[in-house]
């Protein structure tokens, strides 16, 4: 094994940048399906987990059927079964669950831990992950890439970019292009039932803000930090189109929190960019994968986590099949994303975000939430979730 802790060169088959569920995940994948590459890899990270990660933290179905198929359990952190979904507009909405017949939701989990977590599986299953490492710059030669960081420099046969919205190794690749950003904003509150006219045990998707050009929702989800009952609240703005809308987003968090009872200057307020999924993008180059915020994901609602596992997977196939035909060109690689369960929900979810957020009335905006739930839920539970389960019956 090599040992990474010396600052000259290093060799692997593999280097993945970013310890988050993408990154990670594509490790406990090739663990499972290409075992010979566990000690040939190496994880790159540039925080120490467990490290702040804004996220609402929604685990849904999907998510937990990858973390099954890879023998993991994650009744093993805190977490908490969010009882409905709500989605509202002028204080009415409709309400569903993850899947039909289901007894919750989804789980609310918070990101600090559940990145933690997954790190130490892929440490269990002896992958090595350096932590605190900041990549500075990524070179794509002819027979390698090259990747160097404040630590020195790292050499791989193929690199998967695992790094986030911002991922430097996307921009590595494609150096000019047309974004495909979101915008959220996120604060962590303690629970005030007693002033809130919202279900404790439930989450929100309030989508009042969209007639004033923000094309998204206020989130309300229930979580665990630190063993005690948070709220974690938020505003999406899917960013589809170009709209001057008629409130900031700090504006509408402000007027978000005074309807529960809340000041937003008594806390903390953060904020991050989030890539969406466009069909027409790159997602690879010669030696190169992108996977998970990096590579895109869900526009509609911004969802997250299920979508980095399963990049995980389809890069742990893409890489299992480069090493053994020796051709990294990853010419495939765009056509399994688009071609999988995951890849067609992600297409509908983006079909969707540019077809609802472009009817931004405020009677559209009833009809969809007041009128037509059970249309909404059919769409969703057929649609847009259930795609793990799906690929893995057609696999």
């Not at 509408?252 to 993008?281: C, I, Q, T, V």
Request: with cysteine; charged share 25%.
């Amino acid at each position: 094994m090599p040992n990474v802790n010396q600052k000259d060169q290093q060799n692997y088959d593999i280097i993945i940048v970013g310890a988050g569920p993408a990154g990670v995940s594509t490790a406990l994948h090739l663990a499972k399906l290409a075992p010979e590459f566990v000690y040939r890899t190496l994880i790159l990270e540039k925080a120490r987990h467990p490290r702040p990660k804004l996220c609402g933290g929604g685990i849904l179905p999907d998510a937990e059927f990858i973390l099954r198929s890879l023998d993991l359990d994650i009744n093993e952190i805190p977490h908490v079964d969010v009882d409905w979904a709500r989605f509202d507009f002028d204080g009415q909405g409709m309400r569903m669950r993850g899947e039909k017949g289901g007894r919750f939701a989804f789980r609310t989990i918070r990101r600090y831990e559940f990145d933690a977590w997954l790190a130490g599986k892929a440490r269990e299953r002896g992958f090595t992950i350096l932590e605190n490492t900041t990549v500075k710059k990524i070179d794509v030669h002819e027979t390698e890439v090259v990747v160097t960081t404040d630590r020195g420099e790292y050499h791989a046969v193929a690199v998967v970019g695992a790094d986030g919205s911002n991922s430097l190794v996307r921009r590595a690749i494609i150096p000019h292009e047309d974004t495909h950003v979101a915008r959220l904003l996120e604060i962590v509150t303690e629970p005030r039932p007693e002033r809130s006219f919202h279900i404790q045990a439930d989450s929100y998707f309030d989508f009042v803000y969209v007639p004033q050009g923000i094309l998204g929702y206020s989130w309300d989800f229930p979580a665990l930090e630190n063993g005690k009952p948070v709220r974690v609240r938020g505003i999406y703005d899917s960013n589809v189109y170009p709209v001057n809308s008629d409130v900031s987003l700090r504006e509408a968090m402000a007027d978000e929190f005074n309807r529960h009872g809340y000041e937003l200057e008594e806390y903390k307020l953060e904020g991050h960019p989030l890539r969406w999924f466009d069909p027409k993008s790159i997602f690879s180059s010669r030696r190169v994968l992108l996977a998970g915020d990096a590579a895109g994901v869900d526009a509609l609602f911004g969802e997250g986590i299920s979508i980095a596992l399963g990049y995980g997977g389809f890069a742990a196939r893409a890489l299992r099949d480069a090493f053994a035909r020796q051709d990294f060109s990853f010419g495939d690689y765009r056509r399994l994303i688009l071609g999988s369960e995951m890849g067609k929900s992600l297409r509908r979810r983006t079909w969707w975000a540019k077809f609802y957020y472009h009817l931004r009335w405020r009677g559209f905006q009833r009809l969809v939430w007041h009128h037509l739930g059970a249309v909404v839920t059919w769409v969703m539970q057929h649609f847009m979730i259930g795609w793990a389960r799906r690929g893995k019956r057609q696999a």
